[in-house]
């Protein structure tokens, strides 16, 4: 799918993408430089949707551009999902964002009539206008034309966290939709379910590496809420790793729950539930939680070379 990202200079096109899709968090993010011209990139979210995304330099030397003869076609036709972003922080530019906006809108629903399109109001954290007022001022004149098109309006803000859930919320819908991708999420998550009847865990997430985000699941675990369970970042669970380095190398000391063979890490929380995380692909790592008494190594190295193989088939 072609995803266009555009908006303003300093918006924060490229810090969503990033931390979206790369699973960038926002201390790694803060201090990036701006796109020279666009930047195109393969993402796969969620390890499901295939994505190309076209991320737009917002200077406005780069804006002139994209409209000409030798540029607009190669942009702007083919879109599937158009991502419009306004800096809900930057009053001044409000009313040459908008301005941007409804050009852009023109030419993007003349070349894809059926693209999705969507504004998403960034750094809501610093925000000066709420969804609402922003939403009020981009309608004004051009209501029909808005309300005829569906396009949705987001707030994001990466420090306060939902910028990877507005993002998430339409790129999710996408994968509900499609029923290739659809089907392969059940069959995966049928896989976790069998996985932890057969080796008595409670909880078993597979996560797509690159973006840390869940691929599929089945859980019966306390310690996962489905809010959680959606977003659960590989990168933040291995941040946790070094917090627990000692329990770690306390548990390995004694010889329990590890191996030479394998690449498993495990953390026990009091009350006797141990944390597995390891790679199953070097796309996809795994997440688990299985009470100690009924923890078996061997098991638990078989059933995970199972899961490699059969994961791999559907992937
Ligand atoms: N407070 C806050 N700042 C953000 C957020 N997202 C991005 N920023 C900051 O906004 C600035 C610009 O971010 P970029 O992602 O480089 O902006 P851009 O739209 O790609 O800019 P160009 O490439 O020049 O068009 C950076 O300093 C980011 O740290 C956010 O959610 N909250
Ligand atoms: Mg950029």
Same mark, same amino acid.
């Given at each position: 799918?072609?995803?266009?990202?555009?908006?303003?200079?300093?918006?924060?096109?490229t810090?969503?993408?990033k931390h979206v899709f790369l699973g960038k968090e926002w201390e790694e993010i803060e201090k990036l430089q701006p796109t020279e011209f666009l930047e195109t990139k393969k993402y796969k979210y969620r390890n499901l949707l295939d994505i190309v995304s076209f991320d737009l330099g917002g200077q406005k030397q780069f804006i002139e551009a994209y409209y000409t003869d030798s540029?607009?076609?190669?942009?702007?036709?083919r879109?599937?999902?158009?991502?419009?972003i306004i800096d809900s922080s930057n009053s001044l530019e409000f009313e040459l964002a908008i301005l941007e906006?409804?050009?852009?809108?023109?030419?993007?629903?003349?070349?894809?009539?059926?693209?999705? $399109?969507?504004?998403?109001?960034?750094? +809501?954290?610093?925000? *000066?206008?709420?969804?609402?007022?922003?939403?009020? %001022?981009?309608?004004?004149g051009h209501k029909v034309v808005w309300e005829k098109v569906k396009v949705e309006i987001y707030s994001s803000s990466i420090p306060k966290n939902t910028a990877?859930?507005?993002?998430?919320?339409?790129?999710?819908?996408?994968?509900r939709n499609k029923k290739v991708l659809k089907d392969k999420q059940t069959r995966l998550q049928n896989l976790c379910s069998q996985f932890n009847k057969k080796s008595k865990t409670d909880a078993c997430i597979l996560i797509n590496k690159d973006d840390g985000l869940e691929i599929a699941s089945a859980s019966?675990?306390?310690? $996962?809420?489905?809010?959680?369970?959606? +977003?659960v970042?590989? *990168?933040?669970?291995?941040?946790?790793?070094?917090? %627990?380095?000692?329990?770690?190398s306390h548990m390995k000391k004694i010889g329990f729950l590890s191996s030479d063979e394998t690449d498993l890490r495990f953390w026990r929380s009091k009350d006797n539930d141990c944390i597995i995380l390891t790679d199953i692909t070097p796309q996809v790592g795994f997440f688990s939680v299985v009470n100690a008494k009924k923890f078996s190594l061997g098991i638990m190295i078989l059933n995970l070379k199972n899961l490699e193989a059969e994961v791999s088939a559907i992937l």
């Open positions: 799918m072609k995803l266009v990202i555009m908006g303003l200079k300093n918006s924060g096109k810090s969503l993408i540029w607009s076609s190669k942009i702007f036709s879109i599937d999902i158009f991502l419009f906006f409804w050009r852009a809108f023109q030419i993007v629903t003349r070349y894809n009539p059926l693209c999705l $399109i969507y504004v998403i109001a960034t750094k +809501y954290d610093i925000k *000066k206008l709420t969804l609402k007022q922003i939403e009020k %001022k981009i309608k004004k990877r859930k507005t993002l998430g919320k339409i790129l999710d819908n996408i994968i019966k675990s306390k310690y $996962i809420t489905s809010e959680e369970l959606e +977003y970042c590989l *990168k933040a669970l291995v941040e946790a790793e070094k917090e %627990k380095a000692e329990v770690f």
